[in-house]
């Protein structure tokens, strides 16, 4: 292969992993509507969901008091108005916690957005393409709806782990975790 089919080739496949992702942008926007919302808003309103009511009294609390804000109880907002505050406990605690769950589970959800819409992207290519071949779309479809599954999941991973780590006191600095003292036998 010439360099200049090399660049041609680099070029095309940087251009296509784009539209994917895009592809990706817009089943993830349909999906969640269908659900009425991406699971960190779905703790607002009258019917919550992801945690206890227990749970729900404190991050209220919290949320007013770490971030300073004025706003009504969670339970009268929309998700409209809770995703903002969302995305600012996530700043919270990427700054004051420990996010390294939350990004493994935010990583995950963005991985298998990604594969899902790829997969679909091939399965239509091959139908389009190849219809002798419609096995092969069949295959690529199912595999995206497995990846939707899992983009499912890790969204509501991602959602619970940050409202259990927000009202979560910080470490103290320079204090061991209990873990590693079990772990070194202290």
Not at 41 to 55: A, D, Y
Not at 140 to 156: D, E, P, T
């Amino acid at each position: 292969m010439s360099v200049g089919a090399f660049g041609i080739l680099l070029v095309v496949g940087y251009a296509s992993g784009q539209l994917v992702a895009a592809l990706g942008n817009v089943i993830d926007l349909i999906y969640w509507k269908l659900w009425g919302g991406v699971p960190s808003t779905w703790i607002v309103g009258p019917r919550p969901k992801l945690l206890s009511s227990s749970q729900l009294s404190k991050l209220d609390e919290i949320a007013r008091s770490e971030l300073g804000l004025t706003c009504p109880p969670i339970k009268d907002q929309t998700a409209q108005q809770w995703y903002p505050i969302s995305r600012q406990i996530y700043s919270f605690v990427e700054t004051h916690r420990k996010p390294v769950r939350l990004d493994a589970f935010n990583g995950s959800y963005g991985m298998n957005r990604g594969l899902c819409a790829s997969s679909w992207c091939y399965a239509a290519i091959i139908a389009a393409a190849s219809p002798e071949h419609a096995a092969y779309a069949f295959f690529a479809l199912a595999a995206g709806a497995i990846y939707l599954y899992r983009m499912h999941r890790f969204s509501v991973h991602y959602a619970r782990e940050l409202y259990v780590q927000f009202p979560t006191p910080a470490p103290a600095k320079g204090a061991k975790s209990k873990t590693k003292q079990v772990r070194a036998g202290l």
